[in-house]
């Protein structure tokens, strides 16, 4: 007998819960969009190639178009219509809204959950393809927006919106930093 | 109605979109955002041979997969027309003509839809499709000196000639004379063509990714042979078009499939597709002689633009079209040809004509500028033209000299060494470039709707497209003026056929195009509301109809204008470009909203670097199938590759416009690929007449300098 | 992409069992590759086995002093170590410098190394290629190869291999570790890629049904001093046209030391041997980077539109060189 190609799995996706039927093929791009009616996250080219469908997996920044969905169950994921605080704007879609970090606003949900996430791996200490030296003891490198645009360049816009979304970007950096300040 | 006396005026003052939080939040739905009960999935099946007929297609094993539903192709479509001409001037796009007959002119023509419950379903049994061909061999051979090119007429004249070129070329003190050319451009918006088509009682309805509802409606019902009235196209949010979201075959299989099946079908394409069914930028070689006076003063000007079509329509890449506009001689000679091969038929993009055209142009004044020892600047400023140098009509506004003296002030581009290769940064040789940008400015006719309600505020109905241009926004401050009530009072709806016809987000016409026609409909709407009487509960609603106004503008030159400037640092051990800085500085009518239009202009500059350093579509040699064909293979400007650039504008209200808008859209791009390529023959001494700018062609360069 | 079956293994025995059941599996790390490539039909497994799950996602010290790497730490982990980043910065800089961010939290070890070429020909099934379907031709020999090998390629493919990381792990001696069903194995990864010949579908030496379990660098102290540098088409996120990754020890203005390996110009990350020997003993300068970059390069066998790579492999050697001996001389 042929082995199953489906599974039901559940999958949490902003704090919920979803159970559903998938075909392994699905990713889970195509899970979110057409089965939990979340189509906030976007399909630019299905390959990896261009980061509008990127989504938090365990808080990490993942292209869900080569994520399979069967393979997500137990994960959490945070796509755009889960990085507000209710009504309150993200630190880093308020400054893309203000600063007008998009266009046509197809790659946006995309870029703005990957600088959430670049936002975080900097705090990690994470160096970057812009670091002049990742030895640990050099330290965690100042985020730049030579710093950030590396980190962003996973997001392409074809709108060509890459100088208002670094100026966003690190205009969030710098809020969450005062927030940082403030609290400590 | 209330009007407030400390009112500000909305245009030109900085206003975030309207739609900017249905952005940031996800919660802007896209075309194949839409969900539907019984949706179906459509997946195109391309021809994988260059030329040929279809011999046979075997739908038998396909149809018997599970969740198949149909397979249409030419032996079993619904008979369509294509013999009709759209609004826009030209026959529908071949590709969208689906299935009507078994003959196959280029790679990646559609030969089959596959239509199944899952787009699972719809994609595996799509691969699995076997279509039979009879092949012959295509013909691919673009080169300068094919015997069967001929001039062919696109939106321009293609040929116009004054003087005698020879002898003034003889007489000149300096002549240029280079071959420049441009490769095969794609507009790959972020998102792809989508549409989801389904019959609602007795009504074609489309949800589409498109940069006009009424072109879009217009052509499925001539296609269809259905009554206008009886297709309806809706596009709220479009995720960019730059020229390639006309009809195309997505809308047309939708169509085709929801009327055969009779329940709800979305075809998307996917972006491998899109090199061959989206359409893209022809490539092109150029041909430019320049000759002058000592004093840098243009005698002779000739610019010969070839490029490829497919054998099935003609699209002429008007390269040659700039400097019909730019600069006089007393010889001035353009041509803009083309020669048919079996390759896609090329499309309208950001800026079409004027993007290659003024990069062999411009870099072909920067050439005469080296020659003549002159600053490229001045010898602009020397051959500034009062009149149109072939129409012979007036300029309605040319502010070119006050975006360079801007730009070089902001530039700081006194301080410049002219002699090439003298600046070093580490492994980094640096140059600067500057080029000319111009845009025609036009308007089409529109149609609008502005209501009062009852409530107080205005709801403004126009099917106008914002594929990422602002142009909601900027018809809000536009109504928000002419109502004399602000922007929040004020809710546009666009993208909508039924909201009546209207100018197509193209040619960088739309947004002056709408504000025309909602401008005069609030005017309306104004003289129509009595002071303190109440408005019944449907509201009052006024129309609009711009075409009279529109066809009553006087010939002239009209066009938007600019100054590009780049610093670029090149490694020539590696071949490596980058572009440092960039600043443009236009003239392009009234800026409505001062914070969009800036990110037009930006994102206009951001293809030029592209368009300079990086984008170039390959086909192979032998089957004309796109090779590398998706986004790790085409590359477009990423984050990384784009520094701080910044764009401003002078104060250039079109007199002869409402509002005073000339146009933002595609001047931005203009310019910014010669300026780029300028700035490399600066920091190197060597010329780059090919683009894009690789990486191995610096090398070469660079080997070729070191043996000269 | 045609259906298939999905199971999670729990530990390596498993993994390697539930393969070896399906003679048309495979294993599913990171997906960056494998799904693109289902996607596009090149590869049509019957049946996933998902390793993501299994327990060799940590990087260790070894008692030598070197690292052992699972074959599940992601690209973006490895990159972020803090011991990665200290004895071995190449392989920080070559991780980092590949694909972007978010691939980079999804892809593994395991899979970097596996991953399949991104010749343009190869990625479209419909048309032909020696790799993907042994005997249709390779069309990129009179086609489309810019991008292709200039070293160890053959007439039947000169694909080239696309990873980074691959590159300064081959610079620095890593072995790796496999398992089967019949135990435990061990492979230097310079022998891990086959030569190309007539077999290009034929890529690596690893045993049928293994399971990268990790990857070991030994202690190379000269890793310390190490640079990866890479040139492709755009700034960030671009395969590479060339890469070098390079470790240099310098002693009273000789050649203590050095590791070399190329990237982008053959089948496999491609060691610099003959270079290194030119350079071992020999006075660390301009000179005899050169002459070492020249001797790697006798070898090339450039297409006629990929011979720059000839011109940038060498450039790049020698800037590369110059810069790590001119920062040891500070």
């Known amino acids: 007998m042929a082995a199953p190609t489906f599974s039901a799995i559940t999958l949490h996706v902003n704090g919920e819960k979803h159970t559903l039927t998938v075909d392994h093929r699905t990713t889970l791009l195509d899970a979110l969009r057409e089965r939990l009616d979340l189509t906030g996250t976007k399909k630019g080219c299905d390959q990896g190639q261009c980061g509008a469908c990127t989504v938090l997996v365990d808080g990490r920044r993942t292209v869900s178009c080569l994520q399979l969905a069967v393979a997500a169950e137990d994960r959490e994921i945070t796509t755009v219509e889960g990085i507000a605080d209710g009504e309150r704007l993200h630190p880093v879609q308020q400054a893309f809204l203000d600063l007008d970090g998009f266009q046509c606003g197809y790659c946006t949900p995309g870029q703005i959950c990957s600088a959430v996430a670049v936002l975080r791996e900097h705090a990690a200490g994470w160096p970057s393809a812009a670091t002049a030296d990742v030895r640990p003891e050099a330290g965690p490198p100042p985020l730049t927006d030579e710093e950030i645009r590396e980190r962003m360049s996973g997001n392409l816009c074809r709108c060509g919106a890459y100088v208002s979304i670094v100026q966003a970007v690190a205009r969030a950096a710098a809020s969450g930093q005062q927030a940082e300040e403030a609290a400590a | 109605m209330t009007t407030t006396p400390e009112l500000r005026q909305a245009v030109g003052t900085a206003h975030t979109r309207v739609e900017g939080r249905d952005k940031v939040t996800g919660a802007a ?80 023509w559609p030969v089959a839809l596959v239509v199944a419950e899952t787009p699972e379903q719809a994609r595996e049994a799509a691969e699995a499709l076997v279509v039979h061909y009879d092949e012959e061999p295509p013909d691919l051979d673009f080169r300068a000196d094919r015997g069967d090119a001929r001039p062919v007429d696109g939106h321009l004249p293609a040929v116009a000639e004054k003087g005698d070129l020879e002898a003034e070329l003889a007489a000149s003190a300096v002549v240029v004379d280079a071959e420049y050319t441009t490769p095969e451009e794609h507009h790959h918006p972020m998102e792809p063509h989508a549409a989801a088509a389904r019959w609602e009682d007795g009504r074609l309805e489309v949800l589409d990714s498109n940069q006009g509802s009424t072109w879009v409606v217009s052509v499925l019902a001539q296609m269809f042979s259905l009554d206008p009235g009886a297709v309806r196209v809706r596009s709220e949010h479009v995720g960019g078009g730059f020229g390639s979201k006309g009809v195309r075959a997505h809308q047309v299989a939708a169509a085709m499939a929801a009327t055969v099946l009779r329940r709800p079908v979305r075809v998307v394409m996917t972006r491998r597709q899109m090199f061959s069914l989206a359409g893209h930028r022809s490539p092109t070689v150029q041909r430019v002689r320049l000759g002058a006076d000592a004093e840098g003063r243009l005698r002779a000007l000739e610019h010969r633009c070839l490029n490829p079509t497919s054998t099935v329509q003609d699209f002429v890449e008007p390269g040659a079209a700039p400097a019909r506009v730019m600069y006089d001689a007393a010889a001035h000679h353009t041509a803009n040809l083309v020669v048919a091969l079996n390759r896609p038929t090329p499309t309208w993009m950001r800026a079409p004509g004027e993007a290659p055209g003024s990069f062999a142009l411009e870099s072909a004044l920067d050439e005469l500028a080296e020659q003549c020892g002159l600053d490229p600047i001045e010898l602009r400023a020397r051959n500034e033209p009062t009149h149109g140098p072939v129409s012979g009509l007036p300029f309605s506004g040319r502010n070119l000299l006050a975006c360079f003296r801007e730009g070089a002030r902001r530039f700081g581009w006194a301080e410049r060494d002219p002699r090439p290769g003298r600046r070093r940064d580490g492994r980094w040789l640096l140059g600067t470039g500057t080029a000319a940008a111009s845009f025609p400015a036009g308007a089409g006719p529109s149609t609008a709707a502005v209501t009062a309600e009852a409530d107080g505020t205005f709801t403004v109905r126009i099917g106008a497209a914002d ?50 026609a909602v401008r005069a409909a609030a005017a309306e709407l104004r003289e129509r509301l009595v002071p303190g009487a109440t408005i019944p509960p449907q509201g009052i609603t006024a129309r609009s109809d711009t075409t009279e106004a529109v066809g009553a503008l006087a010939a002239a030159e009209r066009h938007s204008f600019g100054a590009q400037f780049a610093e670029v640092a090149v490694d020539t051990a590696t071949g490596e470009v980058r572009v440092r800085r960039m600043l443009g500085i236009f003239a392009a009518g009234r800026i409505v909203n001062p914070l969009t239009a800036r990110s037009q202009f930006l994102g206009g500059m951001v293809w030029g670097i592209s368009m300079a350093l990086h984008e170039e579509a390959v086909r192979d040699p032998s089957s004309g199938v796109p090779v590398g064909a998706d986004l790790a293979g085409y590359h477009v400007a990423t984050h990384a590759d784009v520094p701080l650039l910044e764009a401003d504008w002078i104060d250039d209200p079109d007199p002869d416009d409402p509002v005073g808008i000339k146009g933002i859209g595609e001047v931005g791009i203009v310019g910014a690929a010669a300026a780029v390529a300028n700035a490399v023959w600066h920091a190197t001494g060597v010329r780059h007449r090919d683009l894009p700018i690789r990486p191995d062609r610096v090398l070469r360069a660079a080997a070729e300098a070191r043996h000269a | 992409m045609r259906e298939f079956a999905y199971q999670r293994a729990r530990d390596v025995a498993g993994a390697v069992a539930l393969l070896g059941a399906d003679p048309h599996a495979a294993f599913l790390g990171g997906g960056t590759n494998l799904v693109d490539l289902m996607k596009t039909g090149v590869e049509r497994p019957a049946r996933l086995v998902d390793i993501r799950e299994l327990p060799l996602d940590t990087v260790e010290s070894t008692p030598e002093g070197g690292l052992r790497i699972g074959a599940t ?16 910065p190449a392989l920080a800089q070559a991780v980092l410098a590949g694909a972007s961010g978010q691939l980079r939290n999804m892809a593994t070890v395991g899979g970097n190394l596996l991953q399949r070429t991104r010749c343009g020909y190869f990625t479209d099934v419909t048309q032909p290629c020696n790799k993907r ?198």
């Open chain 2, 29 to 108: 739905r896209y075309a194949a955002d839409h969900p539907f009960t019984e949706l179906a999935h459509g997946w195109l099946v391309l021809s994988t041979v260059g030329r040929g007929r279809i011999r046979a297609v075997d739908t038998g094993p396909v149809l018997a997969m599970p969740g198949v539903l149909t397979v249409l192709h030419h032996g079993n479509a619904p008979r369509i027309r294509g013999d009709f001409v759209t609004m826009l001037g030209v026959p529908p796009e071949p590709t969208s003509v689906l299935f009507q007959h078994d003959r196959v002119p280029h790679a990646g």
């Open chain 2, 467 to 516: 594929i990422g241009t602002g142009a909601r926004t900027a018809i809000t401050l536009v109504a928000a003026d002419a109502l004399r009530t602000t922007p929040e009072r004020v809710r546009v709806r666009i993208g909508d056929s039924d909201f009546g016809p209207a100018m197509i987000a193209g040619g960088s016409t739309g947004t002056r195009s709408w504000a025309w």
């Open chain 3, 73 to 88: 730490v992601t690209n973006g982990d490895l990159a972020a170590h803090p011991e990665v980043r200290r004895r071995y």
């Open chain 3, 133 to 330: 379907l042994p005997g249709s031709g390779c069309p990129a020999l009179t086609g489309e190869h810019r991008n292709h090998a200039v070293l160890g390629a053959s007439e039947h493919c000169v694909a080239v291999h696309p990873s980074d990381m691959a590159v300064a792990l081959t610079a620095f001696d890593a072995v790796v570790h496999y398992e089967t069903a019949d135990g435990r194995g061990e492979l230097p990864l310079a022998d891990l890629y086959l030569p190309v010949g007539d077999t290009p579908h034929r890529e690596t030496a690893l045993p049928a049904g293994a399971l990268i379990t990790g990857v070991t660098l030994p202690p190379a102290p000269v890793a310390a001093h190490s640079r990866y540098r890479k040139v492709r088409e755009r700034a960030s996120y671009a395969f590479a046209l060339g890469s070098v990754a390079a470790a240099l020890d310098v002693r009273d203005g000789v050649v203590h030391d050095v590791r070399l390996a190329l990237g982008a110009v053959a089948s496999r990350p491609w060691r610099a041997r003959a270079a290194e020997r030119r350079l071992a003993g020999a006075p660390a300068g301009a000179d005899t980077f050169a002459a070492a970059a020249d001797a790697e390069l006798a070898a090339a066998r450039p297409l006629p539109h990929n011979g720059y790579k000839v011109t940038l492999m060498r450039n790049l050697l020698v800037a590369v060189l110059t810069e790590l001996a001119e920062e040891a001389a500070r």
